[in-house]
């Protein structure tokens, strides 16, 4: 492959193949198009020991100010119509990501809202954000990305951006110009979507200070204002998890919850009909529950430890279908045994 060669590390150290991302690129004249295909051929052929991506720092520094000034442009709470696919959590597992893509279609035939949580302990975690950046830099009105709890700067920085800038070869003193440039475009995105006048796509759900204000007031937020308010309806529209009633939590740790009656009552005061989010696992892929709510992940066999399916679920008007696989692992074994080989599981068309 010519965007593949050999790196010579230090002295003692074994050669480490690398995989040139920004191959054939110029930040003067950047082909999106190119710079997509680019990394998706690398999560396609992705194994383990395989070769180690690298990209261009004033290449990835265009792409994402490209996408900054695409983002600050769009309101907190988006407003599609149409057929409209929806993306739950990737979690960094690129395989999952172009796997879904490949299933349900490619923009511009194809319209998306994604919920959030790019990042993650996948083995793509910045790939993954930047794949669907540059899908975003060429159709910005077919691909539209939500802030989940993971682009929030602290779990960023707990996930290890800087780490993972040191060895795609950003140089050391370009990795705090690098690391705040990914904040503050992944702080630009919306914090909902709204898909037709009943149904709310939001990252994790209606919190205690979203249900008392009201969809009113969601859509009236600034995400850059600092206002208390508007930066309270931001963090719960992220980090917002369902507490079921039947098993109370008495512990409280801080995150903002909401529960199955207070999400009907929600729905009810706001004329929604559905409201959909990501933010937790779910074995099936999908969990309609309760009624009002439809959970979706699109992380196949998260963190290579569950066995969960990984889905998208696709809009139009009041109905929906669901697109959605798993994991083939032949005959049940142990736990430890079958554990799926990391970024083995796509089963993505060219693009």
């Not at 790939?127 to 929030?152: A, D, R």
Request: hydrophobic share 45%.
């Amino acid at each position: 492959c010519s965007r593949c060669f050999l790196f010579r590390m230090s002295a003692g150290e074994q050669d480490l193949v690398s995989y040139d991302l920004t191959a054939g690129l110029s930040s003067q004249n950047i082909s999106f198009e190119t710079f997509a295909k680019n990394i998706w051929s690398y999560i396609m052929n992705f194994y383990p020991d395989g070769p180690k991506p690298f990209f261009k720092m004033d290449i990835f520094m265009t792409l994402f100010n490209r996408t900054a000034a695409i983002l600050e442009k769009e309101p907190s709470v988006l407003e599609l119509t149409g057929e409209v696919t929806v993306m739950g959590p990737i979690y960094g597992e690129g395989d999952s990501l172009i796997t879904l893509l490949s299933l349900v279609g490619m923009p511009p035939q194809k319209s998306f809202v994604f919920l959030g949580c790019y990042f993650g302990l996948g083995f793509a975690p910045l790939e993954s954000l930047m794949l669907v950046f540059c899908l975003k830099c060429l159709h910005p009105t077919k691909i539209y990305l939500l802030k989940g709890h993971l682009e929030e700067p602290a779990s960023i920085k707990s996930l290890g951006l800087d780490d993972w800038l040191v060895r795609r070869r950003i140089p050391t003193d370009s990795v705090s110009k690098a690391s705040d440039t990914v904040i503050r475009t992944v702080a630009s995105m919306p914090i909902a979507a709204m898909i037709g006048p009943k149904i709310l796509c939001i990252p994790g759900g209606p919190g205690p200070i979203i249900r008392e204000n009201g969809l009113a007031a969601l859509k009236a937020c600034s995400r850059m204002s600092m206002n208390q308010l508007d930066r309270s309806i931001c963090m719960e529209a992220a980090w917002t998890v369902m507490k079921l009633e039947a098993n109370p939590v008495t512990i409280d740790d801080g995150i903002p919850t909401f529960t199955e009656s207070q999400c009907s009552a929600f729905c009810k005061a706001n004329g929604l009909a559905v409201i959909i989010r990501g933010r937790q696992l779910v074995d099936e892929g999908f969990l309609n529950y309760p009624k009002e709510v439809l959970t979706i992940v699109s992380a196949v066999a998260y963190l290579d430890n569950f066995r969960n399916y990984a889905a998208a679920m696709t809009i139009q008007g009041m109905n929906a279908s669901i697109i959605r696989y798993k994991m083939d692992e032949g005959e049940p074994k142990s736990l430890d045994i079958v554990k799926p080989g990391i970024g083995r599981n796509a089963t993505a068309l060219p693009m």
